[in-house]
């Protein structure tokens, strides 16, 4: 599933490792951010990278990955890697 803007929530944790990613999970679909650093950029921004639609069953992979608390519709996991695989059956 393709989004054109950035969805809400929106990662709020600054203390970051650059390239690291924010995941954020709900009850339909998973948003993933990457934490990049670049000339415009120099301290670091969030950027979306992509939406899964939890019905397509993907599985994560994710490496120093950190659970924070739930908040009112999902909740969010920092990582230092992402990898994502579609189960297509």
Partial sequence: ???ETTPEPTP???DVIPDSYAVYVDPGRI???QYRVNISEPDGQ???VETLDRDNDPKLSMD???LMPPTGDGYWIYSRTYDC???CE
């Fill in 1 to 3: 599933m393709a989004i």
């Fill in 12 to 14: 709020t944790r600054n």
């Fill in 31 to 33: 948003y993933v951010w």
């Fill in 46 to 48: 969030w950027y979306f």
């Fill in 64 to 66: 120093h990955a950190s």
């Fill in 85 to 87: 695989e579609l189960d």
